[in-house]
């Protein structure tokens, strides 16, 4: 079973940045297409930025567009989400995840995923 393993959450100001990673276990990028969610207190999960496989289109939630950039480094398993100009309305769990399907935004589409990190901004 393949495991994803996110890092690189924390406590940032406003107007900061992070950049997250996540680790898959084994060789998966020819066959997944990656994304990000996050979930805020009290909310549900929601789409943030993914990598298409078959494309190689990447596409974002339109509050992180501009902001949010989504860069995958195949030879290391290893997918990444750089997080600049950070606002309050960041805060909260992100989650690693992983489809077969060329694109979607849905997170039941999503069959693998990481425990997820927290990613608190103070204003």
């Known amino acids: 079973q393949v495991q994803l393993v996110e890092s690189g959450g924390g406590l940032v100001q406003a107007g900061g940045s992070l950049r997250l990673s996540c680790a898959a276990s084994?060789?998966?990028?020819?066959?997944?297409?990656m994304g990000w969610f996050r979930q805020a207190p009290g909310k549900g999960r929601e789409f943030v930025a993914a990598?298409?496989?078959?494309?190689?289109?990447?596409e974002y939630e339109a509050s992180v567009k501009g902001r949010f950039t989504i860069t995958s480094d195949n030879a290391r398993n290893k997918v990444y989400l750089q997080m600049n100009s950070l606002k309050a309305e960041d805060t909260g769990v992100y989650f690693c995840?992983?489809?077969?399907?060329?694109?979607?935004?849905?997170?039941?589409?999503?069959?693998?995923w990481g425990q997820g990190t927290q990613v608190t901004v103070s204003s």
């Open positions: 995840a992983a489809t077969t399907l060329a694109s979607t935004r849905w997170v039941i589409d999503y069959e693998l």
């Open positions: 084994e060789l998966i990028f020819p066959n997944y297409s």
């Open positions: 990598h298409w496989r078959s494309s190689g289109i990447t």
